[in-house]
């Protein structure tokens, strides 16, 4: 019986195979609606403790947070950059077409992994950000 039913169900399954779907064609399309894209905004240091987000009049992010020294085991440490900020360090960072822009608000700050940011931005486009410390709350704007 099985030598039989063998060769249909052979026959069957080259039919089902060669009627299968079409290949799958793949194609960019935008998001309808909003999306959330992930991007890294600073891998340098021990960086993103205390996040704070805001968006401008057009919507556009500001973020503030704080960064921290890597501790480094067993290796010299990374050559020092002159221009960055001597951490730890409150930073603000905003997306600029497709490209995060960051600097310090204020380094060398007394601010431990307790501590907080916040940020909001107003109509005039100035950028209020507040930070704890252990022994009090500090502000600053552009």
């Known amino acids: ?5 063998l060769p249909e169900l052979s026959v069957l399954t080259l039919l089902a195979a060669a009627c299968g779907a079409p290949d799958i064609v793949v194609r ?14 600073d891998a340098e ?13 057009e919507g556009n992010p500001h973020l503030t947070y704080l960064a921290f ?5 067993g290796g010299a ?3 020092e950059d002159p221009q960055a900020p001597t951490l730890p360090a ?3 960072a905003h997306l600029v077409g497709e490209v995060w822009t960051r600097g310090p608000v204020a ?10 940011t916040a940020i909001a931005v107003d109509a005039d486009g100035v ?10 709350v500090l502000y600053s704007s552009n």
């Open 45 to 57: 240091a021990d960086s993103g403790g205390g996040l704070s987000l805001a968006t401008d009049a």
């Open 28 to 41: 960019p399309q935008e998001p309808e609606g909003p999306a959330w894209f992930s991007l890294v905004v």
């Open 90 to 92: 409150v930073m603000h």
């Open 127 to 136: 950028h209020h950000v507040a930070w704890t410390t252990p022994d009090g």
């Open 69 to 73: 020294d890597e501790e480094v085991e």
């Open 1 to 5: 019986m099985l030598r039989r039913v």
């Open 107 to 116: 380094d060398d700050q007394d601010v431990d992994e307790a501590s907080e």
């Open 77 to 79: 440490p990374p050559a």
